[in-house]
């Protein structure tokens, strides 16, 4: 995907790229494979090499996966929200970003939730959070990738991965209208949850 700022100014384009200087770009993203961890009924990750450069002197791979799988958006139409992807407005995927780190808290836990009181205490070391930033939570879940059955932490009981509280998502939505919530496990909802309610949350206020 490809993102185009259109400036309007060169003083604009001078500040624009003084900020752009100061950055570390991170790339939060899974690289997408056959084997890679998928959700429990959803569609698998088929890639198919159609021509090579040898034989049709250009390459072509047929990619088949569902919207769910590897690093993605949630959309808010997932969860009876208004937007799909191709709706969100693109200043709404260029934002501020708010990093919460409960690594330390999922360590002892696979169920953890960030808690309301995991946002105060950030907010007390850090400053409020300003209005329609995007939520990062580090959950260090991510060193279980691609390992399916660690990822997902299945077992009699059903999944066990960390997530974000009902109630953290509403204080965030509600209090500090943040744009969305990314985290580095399955989905914002632990594995515990059946009712999805931090998407929910999410979807009704279209955010993702």
């Known amino acids: 995907m ?10 604009k384009k001078s500040d624009m790229n003084r900020v752009l200087g100061k950055m570390t770009p991170v790339d939060l993203s899974q690289t997408i494979q056959q084997d890679m961890p998928h959700w429990p009924g959803d569609p698998g990750t088929h890639i198919r090499q159609k021509s090579d450069v040898a034989q049709d002197g250009y390459v072509l791979n047929e990619l088949t996966i569902g919207e769910h799988s590897g690093t993605h958006i949630g959309a808010p139409k997932h969860f009876g929200g208004e937007f799909g992807v191709d709706a969100i ?22 169920d953890y939730l960030l808690s ?13 959070i300003l209005n329609r930033c995007l939520i990062l939570v580090q959950t260090d879940w991510s060193e279980r990738w691609p390992a399916s059955d660690d990822y997902f932490g299945a077992d009699k009981d059903g999944m066990h991965f960390p997530g974000v509280s009902a109630g953290a998502t509403e204080f965030l939505l509600k209090q500090r209208d943040i744009a969305g919530i990314g985290i580095d496990t399955a989905g914002v909802d632990g594995g515990q949850s059946n009712d999805y309610l931090a998407n929910v949350q999410l979807a009704h206020h279209n955010a993702y």
């Open 2 to 11: 490809y993102t185009f700022l259109r400036i309007n100014s060169e003083k």
């Open 116 to 128: 309301l009181q995991d946002v105060f205490e950030w907010e007390a070391e850090h400053g409020k």
């Open 89 to 110: 407005p693109p200043d709404q995927l260029i934002r501020p970003g708010v990093k919460i780190n409960i690594a330390r808290q999922t360590a002892g836990n696979p």
